[in-house]
């Protein structure tokens, strides 16, 4: 967002990031469309205790969703605004 000089609130909510993206009108990708449920894991590592431990598998598919994520930025980042 700094990048594309777009204003953003701080929040760990992805999902409101993501909406303030598309408004903009900046690509997103469908296969990204669960990022948000990345959020709870911003939450979970601040904040460890009173929360379900995270499976193996739930920590996989975490972490893949957020390489992707990442490697967009990425991308975007190569493009000029």
């Known amino acids: 967002m700094l ?5 953003y609130p701080y929040t760990h909510q992805i999902g409101h990031l993501v909406r303030l993206l598309k408004e903009k009108g900046l690509p997103w990708p469908a296969e990204l469309n669960n990022a948000d449920d990345l959020s709870d894991f911003a939450v979970h590592t ?4 009173g929360f ?11 972490l893949c969703l957020a ?9 975007l980042l190569g493009e000029e605004p």
Do not use: L
Not at 46 to 49: E, N, T
């Open 52 to 62: 379900e431990q995270v499976t193996r598998r739930d920590y996989d598919e975490a």
């Open 3 to 7: 990048h594309r000089n777009i204003k």
């Open 67 to 75: 390489e992707a994520v990442v490697d967009w930025a990425e991308r």
């Open 46 to 49: 601040r904040y460890p205790s």
